[in-house]
């Protein structure tokens, strides 16, 4: 079977696993606000599917997400989830020859959609103590190139769950600038932050803010993003966009009712997401060399490092699919150090962290040692 079909097979199977806990993809399954599931239910009650929405996106969408990210003057260009603005953003501002630079770990699709467009692409590790988990930005400013287009930055970092301070994020904003680099800041886990700082905010003219609806308003099937950016680079991305009519108008009119009610719900979930995650460190700290690097995390996920403890990531992984739980497999993100850690997401049920928990010191035990292969996605 071709790997793609593989690939296909296995999330199709995810997908109609009845009862699988979901604690691999960084979804949120919190409950969604009543005012949400009624915004959908209402264009399906009177058929507005019918139509296309607007090729930008509904203006009151448009307009919830740049107040939402406060970030005046700048324009919301809505898109199919942030992976299709990162698709329409690569495939717009790189070509043969220049180079894209990220972390390692990163989020990976964003360097294959530079790869195939001809960009070459270049990673600097911030995986392990000596890096502290992070980007340092003197490091980024020595990685530089006259070749540098775009730097990609995913801030909070999944699936390390750091997020830049105030002060990395102006030196980043000011080495681009200096680059004359396009500033790529994928802000998907910005909620779920501590302290979080838009780029945009120091470097407006040339930072493309990634905007997800997947993760604080858990509508990751319904597929609904946005670039927010200087209105001269929207309009360029205007003009060829790969949903130029429009989104979908079930998913955006979810997005914006959730929008609406966001101070009043959105609390709630982060308090569970960290509840979980305190759960999940408890466990870790009570067994031998298990290791949680970053805690508290900035996203809705954790890594735990299991290299310490003799485990390989995938039969950890095995043995949770075995009881019906998804958790990820760090070579999902990176090769050079996959083989370190899992990671599992935290905006989720907590009876489906307990049940993770509660199974942690026995199956670490059973995966310990355990080097078949195991074919993972
Ligand atoms: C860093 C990052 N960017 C973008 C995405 C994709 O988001 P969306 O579901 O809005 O396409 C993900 C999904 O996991 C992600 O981790």
Request: charged fraction near 15%; glycine fraction near 6%; hydrophobic fraction near 30%.
């Given at each position: 079977m071709r790997s793609f079909e593989q690939r296909n097979a296995h999330f199709d199977r995810l997908v109609n696993?009845?009862?699988?806990?979901?604690?691999?993809?960084?979804?949120n399954h919190a409950p969604v606000h009543p005012a949400v599931a009624e915004a959908m239910q209402r264009c399906i009650a009177e058929e507005e599917f019918h139509i296309y929405g607007p090729p930008a996106g509904l203006e009151e969408l448009r307009e919830g997400i740049v107040a939402d990210l406060g970030l005046p003057g700048l324009s919301a260009l809505v898109s199919d989830g942030a992976v299709a603005s990162l698709y329409h953003a690569c495939h717009t501002l790189l070509a043969p020859g220049v180079e894209f630079i990220t972390t390692?770990?990163?989020?990976n699709w964003p360097m294959a959609f530079a790869r195939s467009v001809g960009a070459t692409v270049k990673q600097i590790p911030i995986y392990g103590e000596e890096y502290g988990y992070r980007l340092a930005p003197e490091r980024l400013a020595a990685a530089i190139?006259?070749?540098?287009?775009v730097i990609y930055l995913v801030d909070p970092n999944n699936p390390l769950g750091t997020a830049c301070t105030r002060e990395e994020i102006a030196a980043i904003a000011d080495i681009a600038r200096k680059a004359d680099a396009w500033l790529?800041?994928?802000?998907?886990?910005?909620?779920?932050?501590y302290d979080h700082t838009l780029a945009a905010t120091l470097y407006p003219e040339k930072t493309i803010t990634i905007y997800s609806f997947s993760k604080w308003l858990g509508l990751a099937g319904l597929r609904v993003g946005a670039i927010v950016a200087h209105p001269d680079l929207v309009e360029r991305l205007a003009v060829?966009?790969?949903?130029n009519l429009g989104s979908s108008i079930l998913s955006q009119r979810a997005a914006a009712a959730g929008i609406k009610v966001k101070a009043q719900w959105f609390p709630q979930v982060l308090e569970l997401t960290r509840a979980n995650q305190k759960l999940i460190k408890d466990a870790v700290d009570g067994?031998?060399?298990?290791?949680?690097?970053?805690?508290?995390?900035?996203?809705?996920f954790v890594v735990i490092e299991t290299a310490g403890a003799g485990v390989s990531p995938e039969a950890l992984v095995a043995e949770y699919q075995k009881h019906n739980i998804m958790i990820r497999q760090g070579a999902y993100h990176?090769?050079?150090?996959?083989?370190r850690f899992v990671k599992v997401s935290t905006?989720?049920?907590?009876e489906w962290v307990e049940e993770f928990v509660a199974l942690l010191p026995d199956l670490v035990e059973r995966a310990r040692g355990n080097n078949e292969p195991v074919k993972l996605f």
């Open positions: 696993a009845k009862g699988l806990r979901w604690l691999g993809q960084n979804t390692d770990p990163t989020w190139t006259p070749k540098t287009k790529i800041h994928d802000c998907t886990y910005r909620h779920f932050a060829a966009p790969p949903n067994i031998d060399n298990l290791k949680m690097p970053v805690f508290p995390s900035s996203g809705n990176t090769p050079s150090f996959g083989d905006s989720v049920p907590a």
